[in-house]
Structures are given as structure tokens and as C-alpha cells.
């Protein structure tokens, strides 16, 4: 017998890193290479009640401890974050596949939903109508809900973890958090970095695994709110168990983002912005843009597309100047080639085809390059369903206002974004497209934490978003207090048996 010299991650429990004792493992892979890094496994119930138990009795403390004094543990945790964003995005980008560069991003724009929890003070704030009948006022108390539990998708194992657990914990809940079981391990780095940061023990928990976690979470009657971010299927399920059993939920879910170009746009900057929004992570971004509709004379920028895509570097990740790093593991990989075969046998054109590139250094690396499809049409499946990977769909469109249709007549509503040159055509598009996240000469209008996320339609599921002001409401209760004092001795009238305030 073997002893493998693979590292298991850890569950963190109470303030613990604690090693699982189930008997369920999966590996963690390294998409350009194949090497397994780690080893993550699937807790067990007995551990999972463990976690949100140490989160509930946690809460007992940490709901009383002062706003000021939650707010500079957040402080103290994006100097941290960003002490060590170098290590972070190498630990993302060797099990996920994306770039340096590209990793850092995703840790930096996670950092700056942390550097909005630290101004938690700001904004957790109720509201005061003084006078509201005879010597009555009214203020409100903006409360924490108690355990509070995130799941988190692949494809930004930094960024949305610290969507959620910052926001939950500043508003002086406690958290559950299940991170990706493809790519757990930058997750528990941030999360170990959190607890260097002051985050008491129970406060933060992470436990590992996949459906069974997920539903103990839906189920458990001890968490008060769920917050989601994946695919539309599995988002769905979660919002239908979490909200049956009580829960608030908030899914952002699945997407299929268009771009329209207009013939005025600037043309080599909104080319540059299509590729890299098309295939910058590899398409896995749920603010891709995987269709670009070209309005009328815009057509004939094709060829250009398609040049300027050819001259993209595959590559792994870790090496410099790579634009293109693999997809995160051989199913998706087949997934995506699976899509690109149905295009053709649907009769769309390729006009590039990105499928089996040669990655020198890298034979086994889930590599996929830029494709491109022209002749598309809104019943073929490539269209139709969520790729996820680097293939751009390219429509066409006689007029401005056929495009707008287009879009609007998609169920999804995540992104999308206009390429023009015209203010009037601008406003025109804010106004009319039915999209929860507009672009205007932006590829990928994903909000500062000042906003919140906004997906709406098939993409989100839940009134509020995650982050900025809305998750604020989210992740608390609203108390009305109504009050009156009387001086000595005052008496105000005789009893009263109508329902008015005087
Ligand atoms: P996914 O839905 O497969 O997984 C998300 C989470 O759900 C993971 O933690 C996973 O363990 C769990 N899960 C998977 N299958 C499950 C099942 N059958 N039952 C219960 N739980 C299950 O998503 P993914 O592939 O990790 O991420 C890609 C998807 O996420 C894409 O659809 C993308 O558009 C979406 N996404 C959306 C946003 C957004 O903000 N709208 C952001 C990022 C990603």
C-alpha cells in the first residue's frame, strides 16, 4: 500500500482546521497539467451539524460585539489579503487554470467587497422619523439574522466567497461557507487568513462537499439565509429548498450575455473588448460575452474577429503573457467540444475552431483555443445554452432595434453591454434592454461593492443582491421601534380603543 503525499484540506470548524473523517475524497487537479494537488472531502453529516452548531453558538457573542470593532477586523483582513495576494493567485491559478494576472484580479475584486466591510459602520444604519404622532418616534434597528450559509461556483473561488462571508460577518452574523469542491484550496487560504485577521472561532466556517453539503444547508433549521452563486439548475433547487423551509435565499445563477455593435463604434477598441470578454478566463465567466449581435454595416468586421482571436496565446496559466489558460477539467472540456460539434451539425459556420491546440510544455492540459461560430440562429443549441467556455457566437442584425429584441427575448438577464459611439443610442439601450448589469462601451459591467451585483430574470433568483448596500438588507432584519416617554406624572387623554397614534 501507497501512503499518498497529497495533502488533505481541512475543515474549518470552531476556529480549527480539523481533518475529515469521511471516506469520501475527490482531487483537486491542476487544469493545465493534470497533477493532483490536494485532496477535498465530502464532510460528513455528523461534521457539517458540527459547523453550523459552532456558528450558532458563536452568533450568541458576535451579534453583541461592537460595530466598530467588527469593522477593523476587516481592516486588518484586506491588508492581509493584500500582503499576500501573490500567494493567493498562484494557489488559484494552479487549480483553476486561469491566468496570474487574471487571478489576481479575481482576489482584488473580492479585496474590494473586504475594503467595503471595513466601512460597515456606514452603512449598516437605521432610520430615524422623530415626532411621528404626539411626542412619538420612530427609529429602525437593521439586526443580524443568526447563521447565515454561502455556496460558492468554480470560476471565482477568491472573488465570490468574499462576496458573501465579509458582508454576512460584518453585519454580525455568523457563517457556513461550502467553496467549490473543484477548486477549495483559495478558499481556505482567505479563510485562514481571516482568522489571522481576528475573525473569532465559529464565526467563519467551511465545511467541503457537494449535493448532500449543499441540502444540509437548504434544510438545516438553524441557518436563517442562504446565499448562492452557479448554475441556473442547481440555483434553482437552492432557492426552492432554502425558501420551503423558510429561509431567505439569493441565487445568481447561469447566463447568456450579448454584446450589440453598432456600425459607429470605435471599431479596434471594441474588437479588443469582445475577445477579451469572449475569451479571457476561457469563457468561464458569468460575465462572458459569449454572442456579439453586429447591427448592420458592423458585419464585415468578421474577418478582423477572427484575426485578431487568432493571435491569442494558449497557455498554461503560470506563464507569462498567456491570454487563453486551460478550462477547468476534462468534463468541461468535453462539455464545451460536445457544443462546438452540435454548432456544426446544427449548420452554423465555424469559422474558427479552437478545439485540440498544440500547448508545448503542456500534452495534458484541458486546452481549448477561441472559436468562433457565425450563422448562428436563436434555435441552435450553441445559442440556447450556457457554453461556458471560449466560444463566441456571432449574430446578425439589420437594425438597433432588432437587436434589442433579441436580447430581451433571451430568458437570461445577467449582462450585456453596447458598443457605439452614440450618446442617443446609449440611453436608448439602458432604457429599453431588459438586463440587470448594462455595459455602455464596458465589456464586462460587473459593480463596485458601492453597487450591488444585479442579475435579474432566468439569471437571479431573490430580491437582493450580493454585496454593496442590498446584501446590507439581506443579511439583516429590519426592527421598527416605536416609542414614547412621558414626563412625571404626565398623563396624555383617557383610554383610547381606536387604532390612531396622537
Ligand atoms: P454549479 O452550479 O455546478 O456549482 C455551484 C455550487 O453548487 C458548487 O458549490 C457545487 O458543489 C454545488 N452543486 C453542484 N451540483 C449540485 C447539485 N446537483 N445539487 C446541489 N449542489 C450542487 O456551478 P459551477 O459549474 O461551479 O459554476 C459555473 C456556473 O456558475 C455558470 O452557470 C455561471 O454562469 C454561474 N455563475 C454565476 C454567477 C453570477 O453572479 N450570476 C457568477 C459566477 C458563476
Not at 460575452?289 to 453586429?294: G, M, N
Not at 451539425?345 to 477561441?370: C, H, K, M, S
Not at 443549441?381 to 437594425?399: H, K, M, W
Request: hydrophobic share 45%; with cysteine; net charge negative.
Amino acid at each position: 500500500m501507497t501512503v499518498s503525499s497529497v495533502p488533505n484540506i481541512k475543515l474549518l470548524i470552531d476556529g480549527k482546521l480539523v481533518e475529515s473523517r469521511t471516506t469520501q475524497w475527490r482531487d483537486v487537479v491542476n487544469p493545465a497539467t493534470q497533477e493532483v494537488l490536494a485532496r477535498v472531502p465530502f464532510a460528513t453529516a455528523e461534521e457539517m451539524n458540527a459547523a453550523v452548531a459552532s456558528a450558532k453558538q458563536a452568533f450568541k457573542t458576535w451579534r453583541k460585539t461592537p460595530i466598530g470593532a467588527r469593522a477593523r477586523i476587516f481592516l486588518k483582513y484586506q491588508q492581509l489579503i493584500r500582503e499576500n495576494i501573490k500567494d493567493l493567485a498562484a494557489i488559484l491559478t494552479a487549480e483553476q487554470g486561469k491566468t496570474l494576472p487574471d487571478a489576481e484580479g479575481d482576489v482584488f475584486r473580492g479585496l474590494e467587497v473586504v475594503e467595503h466591510a471595513a466601512s460597515i459602520g456606514n452603512l449598516q444604519l437605521g432610520e430615524l422619523a422623530n415626532n411621528v404622532a404626539g411626542g412619538v418616534d420612530t427609529f429602525t434597528l437593521l439586526q443580524p439574522l443568526g447563521v447565515c450559509a454561502g455556496i460558492t461556483p468554480f470560476n471565482f473561488p477568491a472573488m465570490i466567497p468574499l462576496w458573501m462571508f465579509p458582508m454576512a460577518i460584518a453585519t454580525g452574523n455568523t457563517f457556513v461557507l461550502k467553496p467549490s469542491e473543484q477548486d477549495p484550496m483559495v478558499t481556505m487560504r482567505l479563510a485562514e487568513l481571516a482568522l489571522q485577521a481576528g475573525v473569532p472561532a465559529g464565526v467563519l466556517n467551511v465545511i467541503h462537499g457537494g449535493v448532500e453539503a449543499v441540502n444540509l444547508i437548504c434544510d438545516h433549521p438553524d441557518i436563517k439565509a442562504v446565499s448562492f452563486v452557479g448554475s441556473t439548475a442547481v440555483g434553482t433547487h437552492v432557492y426552492n429548498r432554502a425558501t420551503q423551509n423558510g429561509k431567505r435565499a439569493q441565487c445568481m445563477m447561469g447566463a447568456k450575455n450579448h454584446a450589440i455593435v453598432l456600425p459607429d463604434a470605435n471599431k479596434q477598441q471594441t474588437i479588443n473588448s469582445l475577445l477579451g470578454a469572449a475569451f479571457g478566463a476561457a469563457g468561464q465567466r458569468c460575465m462572458a460575452l459569449p454572442v456579439v449581435v453586429l447591427v448592420g454595416e458592423a458585419q464585415s468586421w468578421v474577418p478582423e474577429l477572427i484575426e485578431k482571436s487568432r493571435s491569442l496565446s494558449i497557455n498554461a496559466g503560470v506563464e507569462a503573457g498567456t491570454d487563453v489558460g486551460p478550462v477547468v477539467s476534462r468534463a468541461a472540456l468535453d462539455r464545451i467540444s460536445g457544443y462546438i460539434a452540435s454548432g456544426i451539425e446544427q449548420g452554423a459556420t465555424l469559422e474558427l475552431d479552437g478545439r485540440n491546440p498544440e500547448v508545448p510544455g503542456y500534452p495534458q492540459g484541458n486546452f481549448i483555443g477561441p472559436t468562433i461560430f457565425s450563422g448562428v440562429t436563436t434555435d441552435m443549441s450553441i445559442y440556447r445554452e450556457e457554453i461556458f467556455g471560449p466560444v463566441l457566437c456571432v449574430i446578425t442584425a439589420d437594425t438597433f432595434a432588432e437587436a434589442i429584441a433579441l436580447i430581451n427575448a433571451n430568458p437570461n438577464g445577467n449582462g450585456t453591454a453596447l458598443f457605439t459611439r452614440s450618446g442617443a443610442a446609449a440611453r436608448h439601450f439602458q432604457e429599453e434592454i431588459d438586463i440587470g448589469q448594462v455595459g455602455i462601451n464596458v465589456p464586462i459591467p460587473v459593480p463596485v461593492p458601492l453597487f450591488s451585483f444585479s442579475g435579474s430574470r432566468a439569471s437571479k433568483l431573490g430580491d437582493l443582491g450580493p454585496y454593496g448596500k442590498q446584501v446590507v438588507q439581506f443579511y439583516t432584519q429590519t426592527k421598527t421601534v416605536t416609542e414614547r416617554w412621558f414626563d412625571e406624572d404626565e398623563v396624555v387623554g383617557s383610554v383610547n380603543t381606536t387604532i390612531t397614534l396622537k
